[in-house]
T-cell receptor, first 109, second 113 residues
């Protein structure tokens, strides 16, 4: 079963614009992670935020976590065509990682 | 350091056959997890191995099994293949604990005809 759910399912933007993806989860967590997957390949870890953190930055990525609402958001600033990929949130659930269904991001040049 | 290596990259089998997939984790990583990815179900957790022991298991039938060797390399086996087993099978490794940062292989794309 999936623990996290991303929203929207698909997002299409122009190069240079910002992209925001949201993730909601059901149970309490120790950490929440975001991963990127290019078509048909393995997932690449982007960022991990712990339950006692509210915001984290990594390059053009900004992640927020609201444990009271059981939600997280991933912001990609100044998007590039190379950011085109699927993005997944993952939460630790019963000692293993569970992934959401993902947001498909398309960045048009 | 070499990344997570999965073999083979592509596999075509027929219903009723069995298949074995292999995963070599990053050197020093002791936890290996397996996931099944399909367009309809997304990423589904299969199982996790740590120090040759299955530590966690997802909600899959007994036809799906795995093991881990003393060098942390892992294999998963699917017996009596069904059409619905067609999927991308992903292996991920981590240092100690499965719910920390995962490093994924490129996956094995299994097609069952």
């Amino acid at each position: 079963s999936q623990q996290g759910e991303e929203d929207p399912q698909a997002l299409s933007i122009q190069e240079g614009e910002n992209a925001t993806m949201n993730c909601s989860y059901k149970t309490s967590i120790n950490n929440l992670q975001w991963y990127r997957q290019n078509s048909g390949r393995g997932l690449v870890h982007l960022i991990l935020i712990r339950s006692n953190e509210r915001e984290k930055h990594s390059g053009r990525l900004r992640v927020t976590l609201d444990t009271s609402k059981k939600s997280s958001s991933l912001l990609i600033t100044a998007s590039r065509a190379a950011d085109t990929a699927s993005y997944f949130c993952a939460t630790d659930w019963s000692n293993d990682m569970r992934f959401g269904a993902g947001t498909r991001l398309t960045v048009k040049p | 350091k070499a990344g997570v290596t999965q073999t083979p990259r592509y596999l075509i089998k027929t219903r009723g056959q069995q298949v074995t997939l292999s995963c070599s984790p990053i050197s020093g990583h002791r936890s290996v997890s397996w996931y099944q990815q399909t367009p309809g179900q997304g990423l589904q957790f299969l199982f996790e191995y740590f120090s040759e022991t299955q530590r966690n298991k997802g909600n899959f039938p007994g036809r799906f099994s795995g093991r881990q060797f003393s060098n942390s390399r892992s294999e998963m086996n699917v017996s009596t293949l069904e059409l619905g087993d067609s999927a991308l099978y992903l292996c991920a490794s981590s240092l100690e604990v499965q719910n920390e940062k995962l490093f994924f292989g490129s996956g094995t794309q299994l097609s069952v005809l």
